[in-house]
């Protein structure tokens, strides 16, 4: 949780009237959010309520068919964008994580602050050796990816994620597709992370997290948002029958 102060901080993403259509599927039919700087966000509802849509077009791998999306002031639809830029201000984890199976833990985190910010590789490497530490896998440096539990694999993702220096992370599913045995530990990195007052817009199902770390629910059904508020309000006692449902299912 963050600590709140009297100025409010200004807003790290902006979603207003978001629609996205495939052909004629329209899966996003309007979407209004915001996530402040050093908010942590969870993003909940059903499977295939367009909670991916929705991330997906805040860093441009989808894009918008109407509406405003800003990352920090910069409308990402604006056809003069710098997407690179954009792209590096935005860490993005997913439900599999995709390392390069050929690279070590440390190449894995290394790759692109090479290649995308240019860095040196003694910087490279020190920056990647301090988020390795970070996440737990600070031995774990040398080892390929297969070597690793998929939990693991996962915290090197966000490692990777970390050094870019992004100014907000989006988590979509990122413990979906783990043993259950790991989950604990990457929740805990994300818990970390939000407490070290990252900026979070996170997608998952994990209602404790949720509970736990969010700053604010967003409940999502059928590409609007029914409802959001405080973690204890949309969790605890929802308002719309929806939201119920769905929470009805899952807890
Ligand atoms: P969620 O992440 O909440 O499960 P998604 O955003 O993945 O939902 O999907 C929302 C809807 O959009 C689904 O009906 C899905 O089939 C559709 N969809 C998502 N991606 C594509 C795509 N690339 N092409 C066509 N339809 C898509
Ligand atoms: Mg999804």
């Known amino acids: ?60 791998l989808e894009e918008p068919s109407g509406g405003v999306v800003t990352v920090g002031g910069v409308d990402v639809t604006d056809p003069d964008v710098d997407l690179d830029g954009l792209r590096r201000r ?48 600070a031995d774990k440096a040398d080892a390929l990816p297969a070597q690793l539990s998929g939990g693991q694999q996962q915290r090197v993702a966000i490692a990777r994620a970390l050094s870019m220096d992004p100014q907000l992370m989006l988590f979509d599913e990122p413990t979906s597709a783990l043993d259950p045995e790991t989950v604990g530990d990457v929740l805990a990195v994300m818990r970390s992370l939000a407490e070290a007052g990252m900026t979070m817009l996170v997608v998952t199902h994990e209602m404790g997290f949720a509970r736990e770390v969010a700053d604010r629910v967003v409940f999502m059904d059928a590409g609007v948002v029914v409802e959001q508020g405080p973690a204890a309000q949309v969790i605890g006692s929802p308002r719309n029958e929806r939201t119920k449902l769905f929470l009805q299912r899952v807890l």
């Open 90 to 137: 935005i860490g993005m984890v997913f439900q599999h994580f995709n390392l390069f199976p050929h690279l070590s833990v440390l190449e894995n985190c290394t790759i692109a602050q090479r290649k995308v910010l240019k860095r040196p590789q003694a910087e490279a490497v020190e920056v990647a050796r301090r988020n390795l530490d970070l996440v737990g896998l």
């Open 1 to 60: 949780m963050n600590a709140s102060t009297s100025t409010p901080a200004p807003a790290a993403i902006v979603v207003d009237g978001l629609r996205k259509s495939y052909g004629s599927n329209e899966v996003l039919t309007g979407i209004g959010l915001e996530v402040a700087a050093g908010e942590v966000v969870c993003l909940i509802g059903p499977s295939g309520s367009g909670k991916s849509t929705l991330l997906r077009c805040v860093n441009l």
